[in-house]
């Protein structure tokens, strides 16, 4: 039994993507993460040149300055084929500059204004999603 959750726990560990979060801003940013089927929870708050870095192996989720944040980083993990999705959206609205970077393939994806070409603007603004291998590191950084 005891191999059995060890197995389960390194293919887990063997299967996450890590996201460090990077403040480049000049004011704190308080990175709030948002999941379907879950409320709304603080990842952690930096202050300007911080950063952190955080562990995620399944599901969806979206990142966002503030609670009442408006621009989202989009990542769904160990998705469809063995790849990790991500992307910006503005559909709701701009708030605050972002830049995606991948380690493992993918363009790095950045939004400095509301009609920036990398971000989603509409629903079905499909191409602004990228793949890539899972189980790699993104940077996500605020303010690029």
């Not at 562990?55 to 084929?81: H, Q």
């Not at 990228?130 to 940077?139: A, D, I, L, N, V």
Request: hydrophobic share 35%.
């Amino acid at each position: 039994m005891f191999r059995l959750v060890l197995l389960t726990v390194l293919l887990s560990l063997v299967a996450a993507s890590n996201v460090k979060f990077v403040n480049r801003c000049g004011y704190n940013v308080n990175v709030i993460r948002t999941a379907n089927n879950q409320a709304p929870a603080s990842e952690g708050n930096l202050g300007p040149g911080q950063s952190f870095t955080r562990s995620y192996s399944s599901n969806g989720m979206n990142f966002k300055n503030g609670w009442n944040g408006l621009t989202l980083a989009e990542f769904s993990w160990n998705s469809w084929n063995g790849l990790d999705f991500y992307d910006l959206s503005v559909i709701v609205g701009y708030d605050i500059a972002m830049q995606i970077r991948p380690s493992t393939g993918g363009p790095t994806v950045t939004c400095t204004y509301k009609q920036c070409p990398d971000a989603y603007q509409y629903p079905s603004d499909d191409t602004k999603t990228h793949g890539t291998r899972t189980g790699g590191s993104f940077t996500l950084t605020f303010c690029p």
